[in-house]
């Protein structure tokens, strides 16, 4: 039997024996005792969460788990933490699944954008503000957020502001044809009373409801409304321009005291459809959708052929049929790329 080797320094190259070391598997932890929350606001990869309900409520920050690799996080999703769950000023949680969603609002920076952002998660009504005058309503911008809203398989809500500069009869007409429900309402001061604010709160109760709007709108000046501890900031409108300043920089969701949710979004300049193939998004337009029932074969619903002007110029999708198919073919355009731009 051979002596036993003695080791010295020049020995330091020599690597552990792999064999002795633990296997590896692929094989991820259930982690069965993970606690469910719910994302309520997000900052540079910190997640603020709820956990619990009435009493036993708390709030929990949180970061994502390696194993959730690149998978977002967005406000509203559910998600399965471990760790630090108790809460706590120094206390930071892990994120380690993401619950199944029941829905998922995206859009992309223009319609040419293979890259989609999801906006939240887990929402059942999207309510699209917008004022009738400083700065004056963008209804390409609403289509957009209609046509998104539809396929996501979100309720649509359209909240009209600033009814004391406008009469909103005008504008309504436009969209008299669509089963929307629209609302109106009116800041009274910066007491925060509101007209039209109950009609909104009922339509809100109970449900998980996203507001977008372009900045100036009042958006953030609703939220306050309907959740005086919000505290949301509140920009003004460039009179010259008609811009405003946007005052969310993050989502958030805030819990309304009637029961449900609001989730306060930035305010927006584009809403591109790149996520939404364009054979769909005629039907997102249910008052021309019948239309389409004369159109020849593999019709891109623009051009000389198409059924849709005979069915439009014949009445059959009532006054604001021309404005509506006039919409409908500049997003087909602007998605296909044959008109740039997701900004009106």
Not at 55 to 79: P, Y
């Amino acid at each position: 039997m051979s002596a036993r080797r003695s080791y010295d320094e020049d020995d330091v190259r020599i690597r552990p024996n792999p064999r002795g070391s633990r296997p590896r598997t692929k094989d991820r932890p259930r982690h069965a005792d993970a606690v469910i929350a719910m994302v309520v606001g997000v900052d540079r990869g910190r997640y603020t969460t709820l956990v619990g309900s009435g009493d036993t409520e708390r709030v929990v920050l949180a970061m994502k788990a390696r194993e959730l690799a690149r998978k977002g996080v967005v406000v509203g999703d559910r998600v399965a933490l471990v760790g630090e769950t108790g809460g706590g000023a120094d206390a930071l949680a892990r994120i380690v699944r993401i619950e199944e969603r029941t829905s998922t609002l995206r859009r992309t920076a223009d319609d040419t954008d293979p890259v989609e952002r999801v906006i939240v998660a887990n929402a059942d009504q999207l309510v699209v503000v917008t004022a009738l005058a400083n700065p004056e309503p963008r209804p390409r911008l609403i289509d957009r957020c209609l046509v998104a809203a539809y396929d996501a398989g979100l309720e649509p809500l359209l909240v009209l502001t600033k009814t004391d500069l406008a009469a909103p009869e005008a504008f309504l007409e436009a969209y008299a044809a669509l089963d929307l429900t629209c609302l109106v309402t009116t800041s009274l001061g910066d007491d925060g009373a509101f007209t039209g604010l109950e009609a909104v709160r009922d339509r809100l109760r109970g449900r998980m409801s996203v507001l977008v709007g372009h900045s100036g709108v009042g958006k953030s000046t609703l939220v306050n409304a309907l959740v005086p501890e919000a505290g949301r900031a509140i920009g003004h409108v460039n009179a010259v321009t008609g811009r405003g300043r946007h005052t969310s920089t993050s989502a958030v969701a805030l819990e309304l005291a009637v029961g449900g949710w609001v989730v306060d979004t930035p305010g927006i300049r584009s809403f591109g459809l790149a996520h939404v193939e364009p054979a769909r998004i005629v039907g997102h337009f249910p008052d021309l959708e019948p239309g389409t029932d004369d159109c020849p074969r593999g019709c891109t619903h623009d051009e000389v052929d198409c059924g849709l002007d005979a069915f439009v110029h014949g009445g059959y999708a009532g006054p604001a049929g021309p404005a509506r198919l006039d919409s409908l073919r500049r997003l087909l355009r602007a998605r296909t790329g044959a008109e740039s731009g997701a900004i009106d």
